[in-house]
């Protein structure tokens, strides 16, 4: 029996471990925090469970337009709040609930889980330190898929509670009065557009000219433009130094000498791979200038029998691209039939207010990369559907190789975009022309009737 250890219990790890054991494997995993990692107990899930209250609250706020109206006869807008509290402690028990949901479902399994911290020292041995003092383990093949944790700003830790990272935000008792947050990358502008909902003041710091750099431009602006319409303010080219206390909040330091003041600080300017202090320069694993686990496609590390998935090789920071890299690594290592990983067929999301769904080209293509590409944008303010939601922002994109009129990407900025960008997943997949696509049933009226009908118009493009 092949014995597998896997550091890290997130995505990359715990769907790895779940392949390792269908495939007969004995499998250990070790966690120091809980299973799912950091994923399930303090970024992802946490991080869209209170979106799920924001976008309660924007549904309510804007159905004015609709007819509803407060039997008060006060104003959406100005009459709902929320309880932090109440918020606070349901993102906290739904992902310690969802933790202890992938740890049965692990046990289940045969999988061993040890929670402690565990190091290499040795290309076929680790050693755990748990509560208990240190133990050792044999491995035939190692899974090394220990994450990241968030970059501090010029180098200063966060406070916890003035001045805080994405994970600490969960033991605030207050919704802030004024919230300056750093980073106007995904995690910034998803927190960003949270808290100005559940109706905190929002000023976000971008040290570019726009927010969300690396997304689609047409999408970002679009963003900007809902974002300061809503009454965010947002700083551009303004690259923090630091941030300190002030007696009763905060202030932002802009490395050009201006101040942003607020009562919090959310910093979120990217993470750092956890991958010091784990054995890696003792058996030889190589990693990058900035620390991330170099791997190749089937999540090969340097040393034969190490693999790498997750967010400690850097590849694309996501949990779907994780827990596919984990269980292509045992796929390869049991010898079963495996694809190596392909970046264009990922699909991602932004969740903001509207939200930014990309696969395949749309996502991070430069506009130079998508040269010669047949390209429609097609306004939702035209859908059927959307004049009855009372959706005035958002489109949908779609990209086709000219010639063939085979579909390679698409971009969708909607409410719920994340649930319509998968007829756009299956054509990029499944390699599906514009015309395959636009010969599908869709429901009337529905926004994904947008998605056929870009499709239509790119069959009429292509053949101009
Ligand atoms: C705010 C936020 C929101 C996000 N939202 C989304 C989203 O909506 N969709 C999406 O796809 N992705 C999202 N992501 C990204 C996603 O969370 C990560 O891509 C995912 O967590 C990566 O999984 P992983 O298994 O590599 O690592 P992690 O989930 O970080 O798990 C790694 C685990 O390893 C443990 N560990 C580390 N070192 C050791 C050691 N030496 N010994 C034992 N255990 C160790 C850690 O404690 C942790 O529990 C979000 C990220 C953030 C920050």
Redesign the pocket.
Known sequence: MTRIAI???????YEAALVAAQLGAEVLV?????L??????T??VP??TLLATSDAMTSFACSAPLGVRLRSGGSAEKEVTVTLGTVNARVKALALAQSLDIARRVGREGVEVVR????LVGANRLV?RTEDGEEGYGADVVLI????S?RLLGGSETDGDRILN?QQLYDLPELPEHLVVVGSGV?GA??ASAYLALGSRVTLVSSRDRVMPSEDADAALLLEDVFTRRGMQIVKRARAAGVDRTADGVVVKLDDGRTVDGSHCLVAVG?VP?TS??GLEDVGVARDERGYVRVDRVSRTSVPGIYA????TGVL???????MQ?RIAMWHALGDAVEPLKLSNVA??V?TDPEIATVGLGLAASEGERGGVQEVKLPLATNARAKMQGVLDGFVKLYCRPGSGTVLGGVVVAPRASELILPVSLAVQNALTVDQLAHTFTIYPSLSGSITEAARQLHLAESS
């Open positions: 550091l890290g219990g997130g995505p990359g790890g070790v966690d120091r925090d809980g799912g990692g950091a994923c399930v107990l970024d992802c991080s869209k402690g911290t565990a190091r755990v898929a220990t994450g990241a968030p994405w995690t998803e927190f993470s956890n202090g784990i998935a997750g967010d400690c920071l996501l949990a779907s691209v994780a827990a984990g991602a999301n969740f």
